[in-house]
């Protein structure tokens, strides 16, 4: 069983930028493909970015792959969402999660979810 914590969400203006952190608990991080969600008022929940077990894989939305890196510390068991040039459109709880497939999953078929942060971008 995995337990993940989510912070480093907050208000900030278009054009900056966020650091996200997801800590780990109660299993082997190193074992779990992680992933990043995020879901905005109204809408459905959508993929942001995920790493392989090791961190060498990383794959992204099209969309973001330019603004956003997610990277991992598996000695800190945390996963990271580097977000920069943020716009309102990227406003919207963020959801890390945790899976033991291989490779990079970017369905929402993650077995573990934290309870999200928020990020909000005022314009």
């Known amino acids: 069983q995995v337990q993940l914590v989510e912070s480093g969400g907050g208000l900030v203006q278009t054009g900056g930028s966020l650091r996200l952190s997801c800590a780990a608990s109660?299993?082997?991080?190193?074992?779990?493909?992680m992933g990043w969600f995020r879901q905005a008022p109204g809408k459905e929940r959508e993929f942001v970015a995920a790493v392989s077990r090791s961190g060498g894989s990383t794959t992204y939305a099209d969309s973001l792959k330019d603004r956003f890196t997610i990277s991992r510390d598996n000695a800190k068991k945390t996963v990271y969402l580097q977000m920069n040039s943020l716009e309102p459109e990227d406003t919207a709880v963020y959801y890390c999660?945790?899976?033991?497939?291989?490779?990079?999953?970017?369905?929402?078929?993650?077995?573990?979810w934290g309870q999200g942060t928020q990020v909000t971008v005022s314009s």
């Open positions: 999660a945790a899976d033991p497939s291989r490779g990079v999953l970017t369905s929402d078929d993650y077995d573990y």
């Open positions: 109660g299993g082997t991080f190193s074992n779990y493909v």
